[in-house]
């Protein structure tokens, strides 16, 4: 049902060939003869309103229209308000404008064009201020967390709970989970949300440069290296997202931990202890406990890190989540970009959905929704659609490295080596780049090229 407009003139006549006209152009109205009614049917009305078309002169000693704009912008409502002049009072439509009118249409003739000209361009308005609010959401920060299964339930009560508790946390959670999202609400919900949020990739971070881009550098004058300042400085009052933790080396682990134990650092080629209020929260998607027992991770600094520990479950593992999460992300790509339709999943579509392994979980969903958007013809989303998309007709066939021969097990190792060896020839080397492009993380890339001895770069 399309919203309604709300008619605001104290002549009966007006009201009602008003609302004629908006009647042909498939508009319903509401109606009232009073100026100072205005406010109160708006905030009872709220979000089935899509617009209010005011009259400025409701006769004397009578609020005007003037008035009843003036209160609806002092109570924050952004709904689009088009004054209705009478001939010759454009300095009175002015006015309007000046106090937070967006438009105003004469009372003649004309006005079903004129009327027609005015809903339309509302429309485009309605859509930007959405936007507009949706942005200035997103920049501070607040992004919706979907999830209704029971696991994401307990991980949003445990970002209740433990948001507010100045102590590090440790997200876990296969790669795509959501662990970036998780540990911003849990920054989000503590008392330093207006401080700082410094995410810091430690793979991405060469281990060499890692210290410094950690803890900062101190000015030398003898070798001319400047100033640096570190993230540890940037996050003070704030929190600190130790990204991918699982891939330091134990030495610069043991500065990790001394850093957040007492809260203070020196700066590389620095004397003075700096003294920080950081909280921490970490996160990972490889196996610290297998990792400690091999000695790669340090099991103090494992103890220190898990005061509490947020668990994020893989997609495939919520299937309650499928249908929210597959909408949500139709809905904002939808809003995005301008043109492309509104997908709808059909309950076969989501059923497919929830039978894929989703290795890329909640990233790839999203991926998956925005390659249908940009693909399909029909915007209803069928089961043969998901078969069709989720993964891309070539892949397996044309990457094996002899898938014919062999166990099956030997047979998916050979595909799984050839897929490394490929994106490490098309990096060039790059490790970093080919895991992207792989949508693994550094640490799995890691792993299989040493699985697979593959020589790399
Ligand atoms: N429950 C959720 N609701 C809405 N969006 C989500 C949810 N979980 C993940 N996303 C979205 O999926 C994408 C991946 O999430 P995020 O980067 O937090 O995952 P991650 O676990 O840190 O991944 P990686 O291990 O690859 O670093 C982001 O675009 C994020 O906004
Ligand atoms: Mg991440």
């Known amino acids: 049902m399309s919203k309604r407009v709300l008619i605001a003139d104290d002549q009966a006549e007006v009201r009602e060939w008003v609302a004629?006209?908006?009647?042909?152009?498939?508009?319903?109205?509401?109606?009232?003869?009073?100026?100072?009614?205005?406010?109160?049917?708006?905030?009872?009305?709220?979000?089935?309103?899509?617009?209010?078309?005011?009259?400025?002169?409701?006769?004397?000693?009578?609020?005007?229209?003037?008035?009843?704009?003036?209160?609806?912008?002092?109570?924050g409502h952004q709904l689009p308000?088009?004054?209705?002049?009478?001939?010759?009072?454009?300095?009175?439509?002015?006015?309007?404008?000046?106090?937070?009118?967006?438009?105003?249409?004469?009372?003649?003739?004309?006005?079903e064009d004129t009327l027609?000209?005015?809903?339309?361009?509302?429309?485009?308005?309605?859509?930007?201020?959405?936007?507009?609010?949706?942005?200035?959401?997103?920049?501070?920060?607040?992004?919706?967390?979907?999830?209704?299964?029971?696991?994401?339930?307990?991980?949003?009560?445990?970002?209740?709970?433990?948001?507010?508790?100045?102590?590090?946390?440790?997200?876990?959670?296969?790669?795509?989970?959501?662990?970036?999202?998780?540990?911003?609400?849990?920054?989000?919900n503590s008392p330093r949300a207006s401080?700082?949020?410094?995410?810091?990739?430690?793979?991405?971070?060469?281990?060499?440069?890692?210290?410094?881009?950690?803890?900062?550098?101190?000015?030398?004058?003898?070798?001319?290296a400047p100033f640096k300042e570190g993230r540890f400085d940037r996050a003070d009052g704030g929190t600190l997202f130790l990204d991918e933790i699982g891939n330091m080396g134990t030495e610069f682990q043991q500065k990790i931990l001394r850093a957040i134990e007492y809260k203070s650092f020196e700066r590389v080629q620095g004397t003075e202890t700096?003294?920080?209020?950081?909280?921490?929260?970490?996160?990972t998607n490889s196996d610290l406990q297998e990792a400690i027992r091999e000695g790669a991770f340090r099991a103090d600094l494992y103890d220190r890190l898990a005061f509490d520990t947020v668990r994020i479950p893989p997609l495939r593992e919520r299937g309650q989540d499928?249908?929210?999460?597959?909408?949500?992300?139709?809905?904002?790509?939808?809003?995005?970009?301008?043109?492309?339709?509104?997908?709808?999943?059909?309950?076969?579509?989501?059923?497919a959905m929830r039978a894929a392994p989703w290795p890329g979980n909640v990233r790839e969903l999203k991926n998956f929704v925005e390659r249908l958007a940009t693909r399909v013809t029909d915007a209803r989303i069928e089961a043969s659609d998901v078969a069709a998309f989720l993964q891309p007709v070539g892949v397996a066939r044309s990457h094996g490295g002899d898938p014919g021969v062999g166990s099956f097990a030997d047979r998916v190792a050979a595909f799984e080596r050839s897929l490394v060896?490929?994106?490490?020839?098309?990096?060039?080397?790059?490790?970093?780049?080919?895991?992207?492009?792989?949508?693994?993380?550094?640490?799995?890339?890691?792993?299989?090229?040493?699985?697979?001895?593959?020589?790399?770069?």
Do not use: W
Request: glycine share 8%; net charge negative; aromatic share 4%.
């Open 20 to 75: 004629d006209v908006l009647r042909d152009l498939g508009r319903s109205a509401v109606e009232t003869s009073r100026a100072d009614e205005v406010l109160p049917l708006v905030e009872e009305m709220g979000e089935a309103l899509s617009m209010v078309l005011l009259d400025l002169d409701f006769g004397q000693d009578q609020v005007g229209g003037m008035e009843a704009l003036k209160r609806l912008r002092a109570a």
């Open 81 to 111: 308000v088009v004054i209705l002049t009478g001939k010759g009072s454009v300095r009175a439509a002015v006015d309007a404008l000046k106090a937070g009118a967006t438009d105003f249409l004469e009372k003649d003739a004309h006005v």
């Open 116 to 188: 027609a000209a005015a809903l339309s361009r509302m429309d485009q308005y309605a859509k930007v201020v959405k936007e507009n609010q949706r942005l200035r959401a997103e920049l501070r920060g607040v992004k919706e967390i979907v999830g209704e299964s029971e696991p994401m339930r307990q991980v949003l009560a445990q970002i209740e709970r433990l948001g507010p508790v100045p102590r590090p946390v440790l997200v876990l959670g296969e790669r795509g989970t959501g662990k970036e999202l998780v540990a911003r609400a849990l920054h989000d």
């Open 195 to 224: 401080g700082p949020f410094v995410p810091v990739n430690c793979a991405a971070i060469a281990e060499g440069l890692l210290e410094c881009e950690l803890f900062g550098q101190e000015e030398n004058a003898f070798d001319g």
């Open 274 to 283: 700096i003294h920080v209020d950081v909280r921490i929260i970490a996160a």
């Open 322 to 351: 499928m249908a929210p999460l597959a909408r949500h992300f139709a809905q904002r790509f939808h809003e995005e970009v301008a043109g492309l339709p509104l997908l709808e999943f059909t309950e076969g579509a989501l059923a």
């Open 421 to 457: 060896e490929r994106a490490l020839e098309a990096s060039e080397g790059n490790r970093r780049q080919a895991a992207e492009a792989l949508d693994l993380s550094y640490d799995q890339l890691r792993r299989l090229i040493a699985k697979y001895e593959v020589e790399a770069g």
